[in-house]
């Protein structure tokens, strides 16, 4: 897996893994900043959440038509700067009017920053691959690079949680997921007799002597503190990724050309007839017309499904569960996966000894580690977005060997098959989400406080459970989709045609409004349902022009 593969690929991926662990730390929050700021609900929080989401991943067409110009390497560097002035200002803590304003300014920069930096330093990893004795490891590479972004989301929503925590603590309060919304209802005079008593019994168990209304201006404003700070770790994180990034230029360097820099670098590129161009251009279109759907439907781990782990899921584990609720724990299973593999795959007796010796002692770390846990762990719903990337990192030498055993045979399926078979695991996912949800109220009951009982709180399992499902289809799409582009697209039109990549995320991240729309008085199992039917008829359309795809990619 990690045999073999040039220097840059690592120093570019560490690069990514500094933006992406703000990226995602920033992300973990930023609905319930919405809603616990401003008092949005879930449509207008969806609108701000699709709008920002749509911006991050349409931004990079431009950026990778500003690379094929100027250079990869420039408009990298330009987009770290750009994203250290979006973070800094949604860290800032404001008074309403004024955080409105400074929002949606940190919202643009951040846009524009990672438009920048984004698909052009995913098109140097491809150049990287372009040299004869590294193109059989192009989509070995971009698995690597893919799980090294989720070892920086993995640790994202811990940070913010424990920033949350620490915030609150010093104002003497505690996290409740029912006190935001309850309080600006008490605030804005909308709320019911039956919310008001809730939010009173909340207050109580918070030992706050004041009234209502200092209460309730109080905790919104500390809970909004706590967020801003949580920006704040992307700013550091950011700082990181810099000074990766410009202390091994050395690694990468002479992988930042476009095609016009092709010839002084040395590098010969593949000639294309127009008919050929053209055959590849509508070939990527058409499978971006796919991946809309897909991340319409993954994207919903920042939006609804965090409502769902704010609002129906248990806010407390106990058991053996509480293991998945500790990042340490997550990093010390990922150290025992690889070491595992290490074991079988070494050569010698020498490393197979030291490959044990790893095991048994992250193994013992983690018994240790458990046991020194409270029998009862209290959970924040960011907290869910941690397992997605853990996931990632743990399956991505699995994903590898399988794939790697079918090629062997000559059996592996080619890219696009990959990404068809991604929105059928995908749409699987959802139907694990509407077993979990059947028999629950709406939304729109649990928010008005109109029920003051908690019994309809369902196990973090289904959560936990359907990220894993969603984790099988993301490595199935991902990384194979983005090393298709990379493979695929014309020499000429190598940067707009990753960036149209992201124009198709972006589409597909502005879809998931949609989504954030229906919630409320819908039934959940019906709104999990539309995802289930966009993700198959998704695979139903990209299994119906597979040999014209097949045909581009050999």
């Known amino acids: 897996m990690f045999e073999g593969q040039p220097k840059g690929l690592y120093a570019l991926a560490l690069a990514n893994t500094g933006e992406r662990f703000g990226y995602y730390t920033m992300l973990a929050i930023f609905t319930l900043f ?46 770290i700067v750009v994203m250290f002035l979006g973070y800094l200002l949604l860290a800032i803590p404001m008074a309403n009017n004024m955080a409105m304003i400074s929002m949606f300014a940190a919202l643009s920069l951040i846009s524009i920053g990672t438009g920048l930096f984004k698909g052009n330093l995913q098109v140097m990893v491809g150049n990287l691959y372009d040299a004869p004795q590294y193109s059989a490891k192009r989509d070995t590479a971009f698995s690597i690079f893919y799980m090294a972004i989720n070892i920086g989301a993995l640790f994202a929503p811990t940070a913010a949680t424990q920033v949350t925590n620490w915030v609150l603590s010093k104002a003497n309060f505690t996290y409740n997921p029912q006190i935001p919304a309850l309080a600006h209802q008490y605030l804005d005079k909308t709320i019911t007799p039956e919310g008001e008593a809730t939010l009173t019994g909340l207050m109580h168990a918070q030992n706050y002597s004041g009234d ?21 770790v992307a700013c550091i994180s950011l700082v990181v990724s810099m000074l990766i990034y410009v202390g091994f230029r050395s690694t990468f360097k002479h992988a930042d050309y476009n095609s016009k820099q092709a010839a ?27 991946v809309i759907f897909f991340w319409m439907s993954f994207h919903q781990n920042g939006l609804t499904l965090t409502f769902f782990a704010r609002d129906f899921t248990v806010t407390q584990v106990t058991g053996l569960d509480r293991i998945g609720f500790n990042v340490w724990n997550l990093a ?30 992250a193994l013992a770390l983690l018994g240790v580690n458990y046991s020194m846990m409270d029998e009862t762990i209290d959970i924040l719903p960011q907290i869910f977005q941690q397992f997605n990337p853990f996931f990632v990192v743990a ?18 399926p080619s890219a696009p098959r ?31 406080g109109a029920i003051s009982s908690t019994d309809y709180l369902v196990s973090s399992n289904w959560l936990v459970s359907t990220y894993l499902v969603l984790t099988f289809a993301e490595l199935c799409l991902s990384p194979m989709g983005i090393s298709f582009v990379s493979k695929v697209a014309p020499p000429k039109y190598k940067g707009a045609m990753m960036g149209l990549w992201f124009v198709a995320t972006a589409i597909g991240n502005y879809l998931t409004s949609i989504i954030g729309h229906l919630w409320g008085d819908m039934e959940l199992w019906m709104l999990w349902g539309v995802l289930i039917i966009c993700c198959l008829l998704s695979a139903l359309f990209i299994f119906s022009i597979m040999k014209r795809l097949e045909k581009v990619a050999k």
């Open 212 to 232: 209502l209304a200092t209460f309730a201006t109080t905790y919104i404003d500390r809970l909004s503190e706590a967020y801003n700070y949580g920006f704040g």
């Open 395 to 412: 399956l991505t030498p699995v994903s590898l060997a399988v794939f790697g055993a079918l090629a062997k045979r000559g059996k592996e």
């Open 264 to 290: 002084a670098h040395h590098v010969h590129e593949e000639e294309l007839t127009p008919q050929q161009t053209k055959e590849r251009v509508v070939a990527l279109v058409l499978v971006f017309a796919v």
């Open 34 to 79: 919405l809603q616990a700021k401003f008092g949005f609900t879930a449509g207008e929080a969806s609108n701000i959440y699709g709008g920002f989401l749509a911006a991050v991943y349409f931004i990079p067409l431009v950026g990778g038509i500003l690379a094929d110009r100027f250079g990869y390497g420039k408009m990298v560097t330009t987009g």
């Open 418 to 448: 990959k990404i068809g078979i991604g929105m059928l695991i995908a749409a699987c996912g959802f139907v694990i989400m509407s077993c979990g949800s059947f028999g629950l109220p709406t939304p729109s009951e649990v928010t008005s």
């Open 332 to 361: 010390l299973l990922i150290v025992t996966v690889y070491a595992a593999f290490s074991l079988f795959q070494s050569k010698t007796s020498k490393a197979k000894l030291v490959s044990g010796i790893i095991i048994v002692a």
